[in-house]
């Protein structure tokens, strides 16, 4: 199993950025389809965005055009950078990997197509 480690994220003010990271370990990294999830208070886990271990990158539409997912194999990192945030992206960030490649884009929407979490980054925007 990948041991994922995220850092970042804090308190901004709307139309504020907002970087998180995340550090992998335990498994090849470049081997791995690595994805951002967020979770806001009362509400479900929802997918944000992916990037496949080629380097492609896919979002929700939600943040398509705000934020930017970026990996480097060679530090075993996968960055989100959050630009353009509105109070509705509050939420605890959470990076999630998969050392299965053969997985279909649309599964890698899904929360249960990924085995490996780390513990959650906190993203508040305030109005």
């Known amino acids: 199993q990948v041991q994922l480690v995220e850092s970042g994220g804090g308190l901004v003010q709307v139309g504020g950025s907002l970087r998180v990271s995340c550090a992998a370990s335990?498994?090849?990294?470049?081997?791995?389809?690595m994805a951002w999830f967020r979770q806001a208070p009362g509400k479900e886990r929802e997918f944000v965005g992916h990037?496949?271990?080629?380097?492609?990158?896919y979002y929700a539409d939600s943040v398509m055009g705000r934020f930017t997912i970026s990996r480097d194999n060679a530090k075993n990192t996968v960055d989100l950078q959050m630009n353009s945030l509105k109070p509705e992206d509050t939420a605890v960030y959470y990076c999630?990997?998969?050392?299965?490649?053969?997985?279909?884009?649309?599964?890698?929407?899904?929360?249960?197509?990924?085995?490996?979490w780390g513990q959650g980054a906190q993203v508040t925007v305030s109005s």
């Open positions: 999630a990997a998969t050392d299965d490649l053969w997985k279909s884009l649309a599964r890698l929407r899904v929360i249960e197509e990924y085995d490996s």
């Open positions: 335990g498994r090849t990294f470049s081997r791995l389809n």
């Open positions: 990037v496949v271990w080629s380097g492609d990158t």
